[in-house]
């Protein structure tokens, strides 16, 4: 055998997920962990969407609708945008690896803060593409470095708003002096992952920047508010001709039936969308105040999580917390070596945790 790994892909560190609850258990031979390490909806999907899987389990045997015609459509009209500017992505992972892939080769490159959402570099890197990273100042992207680091080779532009793992958000008036600043031949894809979630007043929605006529990617999921994150479904709001573009790199089952209805479903449930965000924001708040009390410096959370800074290696924290029975995720990949992320939990979780916290520190 004479099989070569292309060099640009010899060289990737894969992306290493928050630990499954089954496979702590295994593990450990513990019961009834604790996940807070993911950023998942602790109240579970919505009972809508379990709903409309149960009753469309019965149709998978067919191929799913390719296009997703009617879960675009009620997208579209949430939005208020036509339904060719939507495209449905396998999660919104896909989505920013299909517009890596649409629009990144050896010669046209990409911009990424670090720390981000590691899937960002991930997917630059798997195009053999180059990339330039531009450090966050005081947790926050640096936006004007990042439209300064554009050039002719540039493409494209990772913004994740919030920042994952600081919980940082970038404003609304920063928002727009970056597009001033921004090569009009340069794409950004906005990754709104945590949208519900937030509650600043000066967060930018950028389908507005869309409507504006700017060269934006917003993504979304049904992963994080509307607890779907098993299903993997997300979706990019674009210009027209850039779903076009999207749309003939993916794979064309990339949805499958059940995530289509569930995510219907869920999209209609307001009410689910609207009980997460408020116990989030209480959640957030007791576990702020409770970290603080205990001395913990933390980034405050815009989002369903905490990058909080540890007096021992992020990793030694993890493990002890692990031994616990709570899962949480160390910060090591992200270059933090003495900080974890917390998922924002149910009361009861995030009590878990601080007990566990107390035992993990002392
Ligand atoms: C910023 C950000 N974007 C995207 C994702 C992944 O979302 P999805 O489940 O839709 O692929 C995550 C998951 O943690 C995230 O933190």
Do not use: W
């Not at 450990?28 to 807070?36: F, Q």
């Not at 934006?216 to 990019?236: D, E």
């Amino acid at each position: 055998m004479n099989i070569r790994i292309p060099d640009h892909v010899r060289r990737l560190t894969p992306y290493v997920p928050g630990k499954p609850i089954e496979e702590a258990e295994r593990q450990l031979g513990i019961r009834e962990v604790v996940k807070l390490a993911s950023n998942e909806n602790p109240l579970g999907p919505s009972p809508r969407a379990l709903e409309a899987m149960r009753a469309a389990a019965g149709r998978v045997h067919r191929y799913p609708d390719g296009h997703g015609y009617a879960l675009r459509l009620a997208l579209a009209a949430r939005h208020g945008v036509p339904a060719t500017q939507v495209v449905l992505g396998n999660g919104s992972t896909e989505l920013l690896e299909v517009a890596a892939k649409a629009f990144l080769s050896s010669e046209r490159g990409a911009v990424v803060a670090e720390p981000a959402f590691i899937m960002y570099r991930i997917a630059v890197a798997a195009m053999g593409a180059p990339l330039v990273s531009v450090p966050l100042r005081e947790d926050r992207h640096d936006l004007p470095a990042m439209a300064a680091a554009c050039d002719e080779r540039t493409a494209l532009v990772y913004i994740g708003n919030p920042n994952n793992p600081t919980g940082t958000y970038v404003t609304r008036s920063q928002m727009d002096e970056y597009f001033r600043r921004l090569p009009a031949h340069v794409l950004t894809v906005v990754d709104e992952a945590y949208f519900d979630y937030v509650e600043a007043t000066d967060y930018p929605d950028c389908l507005e920047d869309l409507r504006a006529g700017r060269g934006v990617v917003v993504l979304r999921t049904f992963s994080k508010i509307h607890g779907l994150a098993g299903m993997r479904i997300g979706y990019a709001v674009t210009l027209k001709e850039v779903a076009s573009a999207l749309d003939a790199v993916r794979s064309p089952f990339n949805t499958s039936v059940l995530a289509q209805v569930a995510a219907r479903a869920a999209l209609e449930d307001t009410e689910h969308v609207a009980r997460s965000r408020a116990e989030n924001a209480r959640e957030a708040r007791f576990l702020s105040e409770e970290l603080s009390r205990r001395g913990l410096e933390f980034v405050p959370p815009a989002a369903n999580f905490l990058l909080v800074r540890t007096p021992a290696r992020g990793e030694e924290v993890y493990q002890n917390l692990l031994r616990l029975g709570v899962i949480v995720r160390p910060m090591e990949a992200y270059g933090y070596s003495h900080a974890i992320r917390l998922s924002v939990g149910t009361r009861r979780e995030n009590q878990r945790l601080l007990e566990a916290l107390d035992r993990a520190l002392s």
